[in-house]
């Protein structure tokens, strides 16, 4: 809904891989990829290491309730 009111162009996605490893959205827009976690309580989480072993560019985020407003 953010990207549409701001009149940006992206497309979502998700990643689950057959191990269960899952990347809860991907955002690809002009091109580039970004990646969001998303977690009620706030916790350093490591990027699935099969995900970033073939998607090395790809920017990673997690979001928790201590920065949500930052992300919307």
Not at 15 to 44: M, P, Q, V
Request: charged share 30%; glycine share 2%; proline share 3%.
């Amino acid at each position: 809904k953010s990207s549409n009111n701001k009149r940006e162009i992206s497309q979502f996605y998700f990643w689950r891989n057959y191990a269960g490893n899952e990347i809860d959205l991907l955002e690809e827009k002009n091109g580039h990829l970004r990646a969001y976690e998303f977690k009620w309580k706030a916790k350093e989480l490591k990027i699935p290491i099969s995900f970033s072993k073939n998607y090395p560019q790809v920017d990673y985020c997690v979001v928790s309730r201590n920065n949500i407003i930052d992300f919307l």
